[in-house]
């Protein structure tokens, strides 16, 4: 597995799968529109001082992983940290290997956390347009955010491999890899499901109208 990662074949694989089912859905292989968040998991005791912290919002001591998709949900690129760096600060990272990854990506959308000086930086820097997009201020109860549900939603989807449900991984790089294989689990049981009704584009309820 480390060897793969290394290697880059385990990144060229969900690359090649994100693509065919994008094909099949009638859009360009590659994506230029994504969707980035981030989510805090326990972590085990296998899993070192040096690369956990304490997420004081959602009151989690672990780490963190940064997730982008496009705008369908598949999977573009995954880091881990600890959970004590503020989103902003990782997106720095995040949005950097990005750019080298896919740079035919355009826009990024994002929750609130990501906005202010991120956003001039990325455009300065790597030509990345950030829109944020913040809860309605008149809004109660449960709301499905405008096109942060797709990000959402696939971290939703990773967490049905019980291994994420906190992380076990001494190091981060296999932490980060094996979220991508799950991905590519995922990716390999939709195109496999032939004759099925697709599940990658189906949109919340709660979104329409």
């Known amino acids: 597995m480390a060897r793969?990662?290394?290697?880059?074949?385990?990144?060229?694989?969900?690359?090649?799968?994100?693509?065919?089912i994008r094909r099949d859905m009638g859009k360009g292989p590659r994506a230029v529109a994504t969707v980035i968040d981030s989510q805090s998991v326990k972590a085990a005791e296998t899993v070192s001082k040096a690369t956990r912290g304490y997420d004081a919002g959602k009151k989690i001591n672990g780490r963190?992983?940064?997730?982008?998709?496009?705008?369908?949900?598949?999977?573009?690129?995954?880091?881990?940290?600890p959970a004590d760096l503020h989103d902003a600060a990782a997106a720095k990272e995040v949005l950097f290997r990005l750019r080298l990854m896919h740079p035919e990506i355009t826009i990024v959308w994002a929750d609130s956390a990501y906005a202010g000086k991120l956003v001039d930086w990325a455009k300065q820097h790597l030509n990345l347009t950030i829109k944020p997009v913040s809860r309605p201020k008149d809004a109660s109860g449960f709301v499905v955010p405008p096109r942060r549900w797709v990000v959402e939603r696939s971290l939703a989807w990773m967490m049905h491999a019980r291994r994420h449900a906190r992380d076990y991984e001494r190091l981060i790089q296999h932490s980060e890899t094996l979220i991508?294989?799950?991905?590519?689990?995922l990716?390999?049981?939709?195109l496999a499901r032939k004759g099925a009704t697709p599940s990658w584009p189906r949109k919340p309820a709660q979104a329409s109208g």
């Open 187 to 190: 990716m390999t049981r939709r």
């Open 180 to 185: 991508t294989w799950a991905a590519i689990t």
């Open 64 to 81: 963190k992983r940064h997730l982008v998709v496009d705008t369908r949900g598949l999977p573009l690129m995954v880091m881990v940290t």
């Open 4 to 20: 793969w990662a290394a290697a880059g074949i385990i990144g060229q694989i969900r690359d090649q799968l994100a693509g065919r």
